[in-house]
């Protein structure tokens, strides 16, 4: 099972911004390339007041900062020289994070599909749409939101694809800015079997692909909860990808580069539950030959050999 797309965390809220220009990423993009990924995932248009792209219904919408370089632009344009599938991810206003309520999301998202569509549709490498709005478990709004700007997605761009990338509410699915690495009230398979059959149900025909973060449960229960995922991907018609996180959710300094042996076990998990592809959060940062942890330079030269040995 070999990682063949990746996010690209332009706003990196939680993580160090590397302060990148074209250069640099174009050296990322052939370092992408050589590892074999073939797709590219903007995991946000833009986060609160920070934005990827000049976008003016958000800049005169929310007063959201106009940013120096048009980055979706770069990308694109960088996608379509590499021969990348561009996947556009919308736009998180936070208000989820704070209140919990994803209708919130819909109403700006559904301008930014808009504006998005029309500044970059264009693009060869333009091949599909990430619904970014974070969830684990039944929250408020989130069948609605996911299938109403789907269904926008879809009937825009002709019919591209779109997916979504939740977390599974295990024993790690802590807060970043929390000095715990673990919780007691952890989702059993069951529960999560049961709530994801509910969301998957109002779904269809809107969302083409679950990558479920694999980060939150422990090793020893991969299989378990990677077979319900596929079960219930196959059940309800969607393509069953895993995110496969390229950090460390095991110790306390969030987030560095993950131990190669673990990102190894979750890639195989995948495999044996029949996962139909891989991507991973993420390249830039925790993987890259040029990132700024020394560590990424190391994981990616082990995992050249892994993906050289087959």
């Known amino acids: 099972m070999l990682i063949t797309g990746t996010f690209i965390d332009e706003i990196s809220h939680d993580i160090p911004h590397q302060n990148w220009g074209a250069a640099e990423w174009e050296h990322d993009f052939r370092y992408m390339q050589a590892a074999g ?19 003016a219904y958000l800049i005169n919408a929310h007063g959201c900062f106009a940013p120096p370089v048009d980055l979706v632009e770069m990308f694109l344009t960088l996608s379509d020289k590499y021969n990348m599938n561009f996947y556009f991810g919308l736009y998180d206003s936070g208000t989820y994070w704070d209140t919990g309520n994803l209708f919130h999301e819909i109403e700006d998202n559904k301008f930014v599909i808009e504006e998005a569509w029309k500044k970059y549709g264009h693009h060869a490498s ?18 609605e939101a996911f299938r109403t700007l789907g269904l926008q997605c879809k009937a825009i761009s002709g019919g591209l694809p779109t997916f979504i990338s939740p977390w599974i509410d295990g024993k790690k699915a802590v807060q970043a800015a929390s000095t715990e690495l673990t919780k007691t009230d952890a989702v059993s ?3 999560h079997q049961r709530e994801w059959g509910e969301i998957f149900s109002g779904l269809q025909g809107s969302v083409d692909a679950v ?8 090793y020893t229960e991969l299989d378990a909860f990677f077979s319900v995922n596929k079960q219930l991907a196959d059940q309800y018609g969607l393509q069953c990808w895993t995110n496969a996180e390229s950090f460390d959710r095991d110790m306390p300094i969030k987030f560095l580069p993950i131990k190669w042996e673990k990102l190894r076990l979750k890639l195989e998990a995948a495999r044996r539950c029949g996962y139909d592809k891989a991507i991973t959060f993420e390249f830039a940062h925790f993987m890259s030959p040029q990132s700024a942890y020394v560590q990424a330079h190391h994981l ?8 050289n040995s087959f």
């Open 126 to 143: 333009f091949k599909g749409w990430y619904l970014s709005m974070e969830i684990s478990r039944r929250t408020i709004g989130a069948t």
């Open 211 to 218: 990558a479920f973060q694999d980060g939150h449960i422990d």
């Open 189 to 191: 398979v069951e529960e």
């Open 37 to 55: 990924i073939d797709t590219v995932i903007l995991i946000r248009c833009g986060y609160r007041k920070f934005l990827s792209y000049p976008s």
């Open 300 to 307: 990616y030269n082990r995992y050249a050999e892994y993906k």
